[in-house]
């Protein structure tokens, strides 16, 4: 039998086929990069309607982050202050200043401050605050130094391999669990020694099966 197509109308339909696969393959990354979240940047570093500074409250006032983010260590998630919370100060200390007008406006009609999320995983991925602050996991690991921050900024991937890197090897990153919220504690000694006696005395595993994260 003769072939259907000659030979050199199969070599053109392979070529177009391919440039096809081609095409849609960067046609995807394009996408791929236009869909990208921005908050999943380090780095990234949103104007906030309240110049708000940890430096100056965390740092310098040296109010402790759960005074604040009061449900990180019994939640997933780590509640951004309601507006009482700053006034509980902020009735008495800089009651005339214009920086703080935003906050008494939401005080006065009960609309929360509307402050700019800066970090955010997709939708598909599971975290859970709560289980890595009870396990001695510092608020700095993920975060970085925000006390010295006058604005929150993103410090680490939040990629997947930023999360495997540690839950394969977490000794290095645990700490008692009344430091947490230090975040310029030091270990007296070997810090992976002493985190992983605390993984023994806890029985510490974090998951790095799939379905540990993508449930
Ligand atoms: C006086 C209240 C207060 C204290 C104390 C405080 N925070 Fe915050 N935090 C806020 C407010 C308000 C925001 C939202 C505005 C912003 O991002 O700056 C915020 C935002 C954040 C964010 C960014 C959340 C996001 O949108 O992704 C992180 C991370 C954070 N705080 C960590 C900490 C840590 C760590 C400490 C302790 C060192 C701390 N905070 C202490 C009030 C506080
Ligand atoms: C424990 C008391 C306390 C709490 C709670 C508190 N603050 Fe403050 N805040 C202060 C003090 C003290 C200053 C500095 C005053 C000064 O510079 O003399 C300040 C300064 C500020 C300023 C700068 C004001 C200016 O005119 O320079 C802003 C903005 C501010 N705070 C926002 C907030 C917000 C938003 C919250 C709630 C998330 C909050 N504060 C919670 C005590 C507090
Ligand atoms: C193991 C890493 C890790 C640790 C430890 C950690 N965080 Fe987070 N934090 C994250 C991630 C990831 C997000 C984004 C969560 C999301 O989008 O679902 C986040 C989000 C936040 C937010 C925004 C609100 C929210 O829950 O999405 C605040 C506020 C916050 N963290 C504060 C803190 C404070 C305060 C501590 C320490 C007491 C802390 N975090 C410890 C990883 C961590
Ligand atoms: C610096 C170390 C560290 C980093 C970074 C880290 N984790 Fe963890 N993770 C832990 C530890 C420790 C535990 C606690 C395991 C236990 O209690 O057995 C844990 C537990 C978990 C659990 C189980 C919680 C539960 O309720 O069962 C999930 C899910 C999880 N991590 C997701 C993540 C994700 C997603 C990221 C990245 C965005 C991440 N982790 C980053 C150390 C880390
Ligand atoms: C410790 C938590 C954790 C575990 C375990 C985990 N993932 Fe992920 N995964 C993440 C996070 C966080 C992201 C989002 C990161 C990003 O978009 O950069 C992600 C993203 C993905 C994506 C999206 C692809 C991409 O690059 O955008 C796929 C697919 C995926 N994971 C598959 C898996 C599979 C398969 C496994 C098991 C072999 C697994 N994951 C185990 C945390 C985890």
């Known amino acids: 039998m003769s072939a259907i197509f000659?030979?050199?109308f199969d070599t053109k339909l392979r070529l177009a086929a391919g440039a096809a696969i081609l095409l849609l393959g960067a046609a995807?990354?394009?996408l791929g990069y236009l869909l990208h979240p921005k908050q999943l940047d380090t780095g990234y570093t949103p104007m906030q309607p309240v110049p708000?500074?940890?430096k100056l409250h965390a740092g310098n006032l040296g109010l402790d982050c759960l005074y604040c983010h009061n449900t990180v260590d019994r939640a997933s998630y780590a509640a951004v202050p309601a507006t009482e919370t700053c006034m509980n100060c902020h009735v008495r200390v800089k009651e005339k200043s214009p920086k703080l007008q935003l906050v008494r406006?939401?005080?006065?009609?009960?609309?929360?401050?509307?402050?700019?999320?800066?970090?955010?995983?997709?939708?598909y991925v599971?975290?859970?605050?709560?289980?890595?602050?009870?396990?001695g996991v510092s608020c700095v690991n993920c975060h970085g130094r925000v006390d010295q921050m006058v604005e929150v900024r993103q410090v680490q991937p939040l990629s997947?391999?930023?999360?495997?890197d540690c839950h394969k090897n977490p000794a290095p990153h645990i700490r008692p669990a009344e430091y947490v919220t230090k975040l310029d504690w030091k270990p007296e000694g070997d810090a992976a020694q002493l985190g992983a006696s605390l993984i023994?005395?806890?029985?510490?595993k974090p998951p790095i099966n799939c379905s540990g994260c993508h449930r």
């Open 6 to 8: 000659s030979k050199q």
């Open 28 to 30: 995807g990354a394009v």
């Open 52 to 54: 708000y500074s940890h």
């Open 105 to 123: 406006d939401s005080y006065a009609t009960g609309r929360p401050v509307p402050w700019v999320k800066v970090h955010r995983l997709p939708d």
């Open 126 to 135: 599971y975290f859970n605050h709560q289980a890595h602050i009870t396990s």
């Open 160 to 164: 997947m391999a930023w999360c495997l």
């Open 200 to 204: 023994r005395a806890k029985g510490i």
